[in-house]
């Protein structure tokens, strides 16, 4: 999990579309903070500094204080409603983080020991089928990664969640299966891969001439009875 994000805050008397129009052309974003078995605090932030929040690219991923007056709410993002047309953000949810409570979080994934393993050592590839992992973590103990270790991997070796050793305090959100996170693939299996799928590619092409010409034929013969 990302570094705290601090977003100020203001109290929002109204709610209602009248009320959000009214704070949308100020400049606020109204929001909501909900969760943790108290009543849903409303309130409103500055559109630029939520814009500017968003555009590092791990907001959603991140826990956010929320300053509000004296208070600060520890928060973690749920959704942002974006206009369909201009992108800008109508309205926000956060739900708020309380001692001991669990949250469903994406945790990316890194990597490690590549040069440990005698697959990548011998030219293979690291397939990457997951690059987050859904994780059911403690409100306090959200990691920022996910380090699965490849040493002793194979060219064609696969790499479980069962094999991930998760911190404390974390667990997977999937449990109906054991999926697969990576895969060390040989070279030749990637070309061989991107090879079937061109020809594939042309083999279709091939059939759509066909039929195209097998229609003008028919038509051609119509025309001269």
């Known amino acids: ?26 400049g ?7 969760g943790g078995k108290e009543a849903p605090t409303m309130i409103h932030v500055e559109s630029k500094e939520l814009v500017r929040q968003l555009m590092t690219g791990h907001f959603m991923n991140s826990i956010v204080e929320i300053t509000l007056g004296k208070d600060t709410i520890r928060c973690l993002p749920k959704d942002v409603a974006l206009h369909p047309v201009t992108d800008r953000p109508e309205h926000a949810d956060f739900l708020r983080m309380t001692k001991g409570g669990k949250i469903e979080v994406s945790v990316p994934v890194v990597f490690a020991n590549e040069e ?9 590839v690291l397939n990457v089928v997951r690059h987050e992992l859904e994780l059911v973590c403690e ?17 064609g070796d696969s790499i479980h969640i069962s094999e991930v050793k998760l911190p404390e305090g974390s667990e997977s959100a999937i449990t109906d299966r054991d999926y697969t996170i990576a895969t060390l693939v040989a070279p030749s299996a990637l070309k061989k891969s991107e090879s079937e799928e061109e020809e594939g590619e042309e083999v279709a092409a091939d059939e759509v ?10 038509g051609e013969e119509g025309g001269e009875e």
């Open 1 to 26: 999990m990302s570094d705290a994000l601090t977003l100020p805050a203001e109290a929002r008397e109204r709610a209602g579309k009248g009320a959000s129009r009214a704070l949308r052309r100020e």
């Open 28 to 34: 606020r974003v109204p929001a909501v903070i909900y």
């Open 116 to 124: 440990d393993s005698p697959g990548l050592k011998k030219g293979g």
């Open 139 to 155: 409100n306090d103990k959200i990691p920022g990664e996910i380090e699965v270790d490849v040493t002793g991997k194979e060219v």
């Open 209 to 218: 001439e066909a039929t195209a010409q097998k229609g003008d034929d028919a």
